[in-house]
């Protein structure tokens, strides 16, 4: 017994004296390791976002081609050139302004990928589906670019602070990649998403108020409807459907605000959940809900402020993917306990109001009877939400 303890102590001794001399003879031995474990791991998630990016770009072309007859290497010259497109953001060393130059920039932008759009497509909603689409696809291809950068500089510079920064990145940009993935196959096939539902609820409230058409808003993209609700005048905008759009829905406001004298504005928006926190949970509150880099809200809170107008918003919880993928089942019943608050703040509050559904309005319509339409596409995403959450890209 004696022996067998003491050959065990010189079998371990042996093994620390030899890590010893090892490590003496490769210092950097520990540094190697740690890379070849980070860059494993962030190389295997990297090709399950190719493989994102290369069945997304097959499903859209095959879409395409059989539904709309497109020749089949003019669209993938188009989107071999849309994947580079880029937009280069104002310089903000002097903020005077900023707000306008962005603005002018990002309409110069999606004015100019429309144009090219219309190589394909000259019906409105078909070319917003298709720009929606390419836009997503090209998102997800940065998503590979940027990956693709710091794997090449990791493996130049052998730093492992970088590699474990990357590693700790890449399951957060695997699920971004995917719900790209989802609204690219969701706007080419003309289906409601999670971020539809500010719209979807939009239209809802057009058929309870029985509000009709006052104004098309062509530049900014917009519907603006006039109806009644508990017995008081309500105004309804919404990016314009069944199209894959969201409208310049802040200058849209700011508008109906001027011409029509509003008091109270109610916006309605999804917004990302935080983990923990339930899918389709409501939240009220105050301010402007408009999602994106805060343009829309600046032109929305200078016009509120002049005009002393009430600010009220309604937040449906969701996460990235429920956003940008199909409008699934939980999102869509939110829509109903989100109307019966509206009513309320509306009974309950002075003056007139303006209701804006904000988000992406596709395959939502305008009219109190596009909403049977919109519940058929409603159903296939449904179906379509439940395929994407057992799609795997291993």
Not at 28 to 33: H, P
Not at 110 to 122: G, M, Q
Not at 162 to 180: D, G, H, V
Not at 254 to 270: C, F, G, P, S, V
Request: net charge positive; glycine share 6%; aromatic share 6%.
């Amino acid at each position: 017994m004696a022996q067998n303890v003491e050959l065990i102590q010189t079998i371990v001794w042996l093994i620390f004296l030899g890590l010893v001399f090892v490590n003496f003879l490769f210092p950097d031995l520990q540094i190697r390791l740690q890379l070849i474990q980070f860059l494993s791991k962030i190389e295997t998630i990297r090709s399950s976002i190719r493989k994102i990016k290369k069945r997304c770009e097959e499903e859209v072309k095959k879409t395409i081609v059989k539904k709309d007859k497109i020749d089949r290497e003019k669209l993938s010259e188009f989107i071999k050139n849309m994947m580079e497109y880029h937009i280069i953001h104002p310089v903000s060393l002097d903020p005077s302004g900023i707000v306008e130059k962005i603005e002018h920039v990002l309409n110069i932008s999606e004015t100019d990928i429309k144009k090219r759009a219309l190589l394909f497509y000259k019906d409105y909603d078909k070319r917003d589906n298709f720009v929606t689409s390419i836009v997503a696809m090209g998102e997800i291809h940065k998503i590979d670019k940027f990956i693709t950068h710091y794997i090449e500089l990791i493996k130049k510079t052998k730093s492992v602070p970088l590699a474990f920064q990357l590693s700790t990145l890449m399951p957060l940009l695997q699920e971004i990649s995917k719900s790209l993935y989802s609204i690219s196959i969701s706007s080419i096939n003309n289906l409601p998403i999670g971020d539809s539902i500010g719209p979807l609820i939009a239209l809802n409230l057009i058929k309870e108020s029985k509000a009709k058409t006052i104004e098309i808003l062509k530049k900014e993209e917009c519907v603006l409807l006039k109806g009644k609700l508990n017995n008081k005048k309500i105004y309804i905008l919404k990016a314009r459907g069944f199209g894959s759009r969201v409208g310049r829905i802040g200058r849209a406001i700011e508008y109906t605000i001027k011409k029509y004298k509003i008091k109270n504005l109610i916006t309605i928006d999804a917004a990302q959940k935080l983990e923990g926190e339930k899918s389709g949970a409501i939240a009220e509150g105050v301010g402007v809900a408009i999602g994106g880099i805060g343009i829309d809200s600046v032109f929305v809170e200078n016009i509120a402020l002049k005009n002393k107008v009430n600010l009220y918003s309604l937040l449906i919880k969701m996460s990235i993917l429920e956003a940008l993928g199909p409008l699934n089942k939980t999102i869509y019943n939110s829509a109903k306990d989100v109307i019966e608050k509206i009513k309320l703040k509306i009974k309950n509050t002075e003056g007139s109001f303006l209701i804006v559904g904000v988000g992406n309005t596709c395959g939502i319509g305008n009219i109190a009877k596009d909403l049977k339409e919109s519940e058929k596409k409603i159903k296939k995403s449904f179906k379509e939400f439940e395929k994407l959450r057992k799609l795997t890209f291993s």
